[in-house]
């Protein structure tokens, strides 16, 4: 098991910018490839980004291409999600996890609200 915890979520003028943290407890993220998600009350959890073990390697849903960076420290145990002209659909509970997911334990998130 992986603990991974998450901040820097908070409230947001739409165009606006957060950067979210995802660090690892315990273990390092050296070798396993890392992948943020969001969920909205009433739906399924879905992908955003995703990087490889190295960080050679990127991943985006269509919806945030270009607006969001996927990035990692591996000194630092952390992963990070810039996300830059937020939008009020961006609005999400955000977690990170490593990716296969298989039986790893998700984290309690970080609250996104992007208002008009």
């Known amino acids: 098991q992986v603990q991974l915890i998450e901040s820097g979520g908070g409230l947001v003028q739409a165009g606006g910018s957060l950067r979210l943290s995802c660090a690892a407890s315990?273990?390092?993220?050296?070798?396993?490839?890392v992948g943020w998600f969001r969920q909205v009350p009433g739906k399924e959890r879905d992908f955003v980004a995703g990087?490889?073990?190295?960080?050679?390697?990127?991943y985006y849903t269509d919806s945030v291409k270009g607006r969001f960076t996927i990035s990692r420290h591996n000194s630092k145990k952390t992963v990070y999600l810039q996300m830059n002209s937020l939008k009020p659909e961006d609005t999400a509970v955000y977690y990170c996890?490593?990716?296969?997911?298989?039986?790893?334990?998700w984290g309690q998130g970080t609250q996104v609200t992007v208002f008009s």
């Open positions: 996890n490593i990716v296969p997911i298989g039986s790893n334990s």
């Open positions: 315990g273990r390092t993220l050296r070798n396993l490839n």
């Open positions: 990087i490889n073990w190295s960080g050679s390697n990127t």
